[in-house]
């Protein structure tokens, strides 16, 4: 017998949300390792923004409240509109992590600025899952109002 066992009724896919979730909190936290990441000619566009704390405690900061919020969501209620919020906030970083990519001062595409329009594009799908989800969650509600 194991002692902690998955409960059925409340497992939805949001496996694709929670690993965005992951892959933020680990680059704020490897920003908040000792180093000189931004000494890297890469991250000139990041240190031009803010330091490498700043950033670090930013994304961490993101990460910690978007995984909030889908535990919220998956454990608490439905909180669709929590997810949606938390994803596009996501996308936004995501998005503007790729455009200080792109300010590397080299030509072409850099594997950071391609890896965080992905994760960008990921975010985007999950922000219109939610919203499909709240509307779901409307229809069914109306529903009961009008059966009660």
Do not use: K, Y
């Amino acid at each position: 017998m194991t002692l902690i066992q998955p409960t059925p009724h409340r497992h939805v896919n949001r496996e694709l949300e929670w690993a965005c979730a992951l892959v933020l909190l680990a680059w704020g936290t490897a920003l908040l390792m000792p180093g000189h990441t931004f000494s890297r000619p890469t991250f000139v566009g990041f240190a031009a923004v803010a330091t490498e704390t700043t950033w670090g405690m930013g994304t961490v900061f993101v990460a910690l409240l978007r995984m909030l919020a889908l535990w919220i969501n998956g454990n608490w209620h439905r909180s669709p509109i929590l997810r949606f919020l938390t994803a596009l906030c996501g996308a936004s970083l995501w998005s503007f992590m790729a455009w200080s990519f792109s300010r590397d001062g080299f030509e072409g595409t850099n594997t950071g600025e391609a890896v965080c329009l992905a994760l960008c594009a990921l975010d985007i799908f999950s922000a219109l899952r939610s919203a499909r989800d709240q509307g779901r969650n409307d229809r069914r509600a109306s529903i009961a109002r009008r059966g009660a």
